[in-house]
């Protein structure tokens, strides 16, 4: 029955959003002609232009819905010999839930697992199925949760679900796109707007009344214990997923590496944090209605489920990933297809954890040397530099800059911690230690027989100019010369950067830029193109490269190299930016200036007052 609603209410719904297109059409002629007989020509056509765009704008959208196909998404297709229990597997509950089992399956790198069909005649026609299976769910569930997943998605093509997907896609095309190309200070936009509100809750309303019905068949024939379990460690999982990413991955990528098993690592993550991933499934967030959600929250799914009678499904605590003849294989096959390695290297997961390790101390230690460079005017600083200023007693100085509030004395202890960064990248550029991976915490320093390897006494000691020769005899013994640490990046970059705001068409020294401000510095874009289309041409820019790449593009301003921030006026902001060298930046909001997003404005002014202490 819910498939015949949303099969109504697609077609429905995207065909009163071409009448209300027609109607307006219709408006927009009588208003012209109206006008043609009581004004001139000139202002009739000023006044029909916009309305003109806006509906140019549904034609271009239509178009587009129209000439879009719902290809399928990119994946490792996996055949009867890759895949021989799975197949199996999804082959006698497709015949449990009463329906065709789909044409291919396919390795997805995602915590998901999804199903798509492409139907013709707007779904009255079936067509080739696909079941999408995320690697991550093969990794980290049993057998018996699996199953629950594998039920829940058949059981949406048992009750036709993904015969309309074509229908309520090219919808969702055709709205978005019209949406996009209109100003939003045009009357004709409020109106598709509203309209697409619509469309969005009655759609989702139809899709959240599926999910429900496919949860049962998850139910049927896996059991609620095994059904409800997988559905709860879904957010626990995507939760690790991300944790992986950033913490393991990201890193070394920015670097300019790569590791050779994306996916077996996390796998070997999943293995190590077993306890930690078990708390966050039992405590995964209940979650609160909303009427934009495609899927209801996990409460309510949860509730649904345990409401159905129970099943004499039994449980099976095998690890799912055995249902692949080559877990490990399939995962290296399916990151070369889906994963984009550029130029960076390839490496086995302890050297790609050392290499990227090593290079974010590395990034640490050179902003302190480029401090210190500014501090002392050394053009190439380093280790030695930082050391000098200990010894002629001036580290408190230096230091206060690190430790706001701090006296100089205080400053100077507590810069032992600074030091023993600059300590451990001295010891790991002399090759005298390395970074060795932990999947169960923090990579470790350790020396070259793996013993652990601490220098926090030793920066004690190298803090205090009557203990720094004690420090460096230590240092010596140990095999590092602090004179071969020095700086690597001479100019802070964006990389590891984050966007946190952007403003368009803002005067920088009397030219027009847009301006990407992230966490750590200014990407300036000079004469970016005409007002009105600031808001657009930023999302469209930050949507484009990563932010580091769009830095290295165009002019970037570290925070770090800007001394004093005088804001002359706050709305709208007029500033001028004194750098350590003397020269000055002056900014200036234009009344044109559009947001990134609208506290853009605040989040600049909130930078200059941290920059002024």
């Not at 993550?269 to 708390?279: F, G, K, T």
């Amino acid at each position: 029955m819910s498939a015949t609603y949303r099969a109504l209410a697609s077609v429905v719904m995207l065909i009163g959003f071409y009448v209300v297109a027609l109607l307006q059409l219709a408006a927009v002629v009588a208003l012209g002609v109206w006008l043609f007989g009581h004004t001139s020509g000139v202002i009739t056509g000023k006044l029909l232009l916009p309305l003109v765009v806006a509906l140019g704008a549904v034609g271009v959208g239509m178009w587009k819905a129209i000439r879009t196909k719902n290809e399928p998404a990119p994946g490792l297709i996996l055949d009867e010999r890759a895949a021989p229990q799975l197949w199996a597997t999804v082959r006698e509950l497709a015949t449990a839930v009463g329906t065709r089992a789909p044409d291919e399956i396919r390795l997805v790198p995602e915590v998901n697992a999804a199903v798509g069909e492409q139907s013709r005649l707007l779904g009255l026609v079936a067509g080739r199925r696909t079941l999408y299976l995320g690697l991550p769910l093969l990794q980290a569930m049993r057998i018996d949760q699996l199953r629950s997943v594998l039920a829940h998605e058949l059981g949406h093509y048992s009750g036709r679900h993904t015969r309309l997907g074509g229908v309520a896609y090219r919808g969702r095309v055709a709205i978005g796109e019209t949406i996009e190309r209109i100003s939003p200070r045009n009357p004709i936009g409020w109106v598709f707007k509203g309209y697409a509100m619509l469309y969005l809750m009655v759609d989702n309303a139809a899709s959240r009344r599926q999910e429900l019905e496919a949860d049962r068949a998850s139910v049927a024939l896996a059991g609620t214990e095994a059904a409800t379990s997988a559905l709860r460690t879904l957010p626990a999982l995507d939760a690790a997923w991300g944790f992986y990413m950033r913490r393991y991955v990201e890193p070394g990528w920015s670097a300019g590496l790569a590791p050779d098993d994306l996916f077996g690592g996390f796998a070997h993550l999943l293995q190590a944090r077993r306890d930690e991933i078990d708390e966050l499934r039992e405590n995964a967030p209940e979650g609160t209605p909303s009427r934009w959600d495609t899927h209801p929250p996990i409460g309510v799914r949860v509730a649904a489920m345990t409401s159905v009678p129970p099943t004499a499904a039994g449980a099976d605590d095998r690890p799912a990933w055995i249902l692949l003849a080559d877990v490990a294989g399939a995962g290296r096959a399916l990151q070369s297809l889906v994963v984009e390695h550029g130029s960076r290297r390839l490496l086995p997961w302890p050297q790609f954890v050392a290499e990227s390790v090593a290079a974010g101390v590395q990034q640490q230690a050179d902003g302190i040397y480029r401090a210190a460079g500014r501090f002392t005017g050394n053009a190439g600083p380093g280790l030695p530099t930082v050391l000098e200023l200990v010894r002629a007693g001036r580290l408190g100085e230096f230091a206060e800059r690190f430790f706001g509030g701090a006296t100089r004395e205080e400053a100077a202890a507590a810069f032992a911690g600074p030091m023993e960064t600059l300590l451990d990248n001295a010891a790991v550029r002399a090759g005298r230690a390395r970074w060795q991976l932990s999947w169960s915490g923090p990579a470790q320093l350790v020396g070259p027989a793996g013993e652990p390897w601490d220098q926090a006494e030793v920066a004690k000691l190298a803090v205090a100019p009557e203990s720094l020769d004690e420090a460096l005899a230590r240092l010596a013994a140990l095999g590092i010369d602090v004179g071969a640490a020095t700086v690597v990046q001479a100019r802070a970059s964006a990389r590891d950067a984050d966007l946190i705001g952007g403003l368009a068409n803002i005067k920088i020294d009397g030219r027009e830029h847009d301006v990407l401000v992230l966490d750590n510095g200014l990407v300036l874009i000079p004469d970016p193109g005409k007002a009105g289309e600031g808001e657009k041409r930023l999302t469209a820019l930050v949507g484009s490269a990563p932010i580091a790449e769009l830095a290295g593009r165009h002019p970037y301003l570290p925070y770090e190299e800007i001394t004093s921030v005088e804001v002359r006026r706050e709305v709208p902001l007029k500033a001028t930016l004194t750098l350590f060298d003397g020269r000055t930046v002056q900014m200036q909001e234009l009344m044109a200036s559009e947001f990134l997003e609208k506290r853009s404005r605040d989040t600049l002014l909130t930078v200059f007052r941290r920059i002024n202490g």
